[in-house]
């Protein structure tokens, strides 16, 4: 049972972004899934959730209207879309799934940088 996130890295002011979680041992249509980050000295917030079908999502305030996510059942894969990222959007951003239990995915470090 595992969730792995990818696509993390260095991006410019105003670039775009896209960071994907796969989940494996567990059946992911039956669970919302979730993208919290972690700044260095900053407790983790919760960025971005999506329903199990896709169709309702979620996002912090911050983050409205920048970030978009989404998941494609077929492939077991959430995504984040990042557009016109902020310097203080800097970040391990992190996949999430509510099972019995809280599973966390590795991390994937994001810098937004000039």
Do not use: H
């Given at each position: ?20 979680c ?31 079908a ?12 920048r ?15 990042m ?28 810098t937004?940088?000039?």
């Open positions: 049972v595992q969730l792995v996130e990818s696509g993390g890295g260095l991006v410019q002011p105003g670039g775009s972004l896209r960071l994907s796969t989940a494996s041992g567990f059946t992911f249509t039956s669970y919302a899934m979730n993208w919290y980050r972690q700044a260095p000295g900053k407790e983790r917030e919760l960025v971005a959730s999506i329903n199990r896709g169709d309702y999502t979620n996002y912090a305030d911050n983050v409205k209207g970030f978009t996510i989404s998941r494609d059942n077929y492939k077991n894969t959430v995504y984040l879309q557009n016109t990222p902020k310097p203080e959007d800097t970040a391990v951003y992190y996949c999430n799934v509510r099972l019995s239990y809280e599973l966390w995915g590795q991390g994937t470090q994001v937004v940088s000039s």
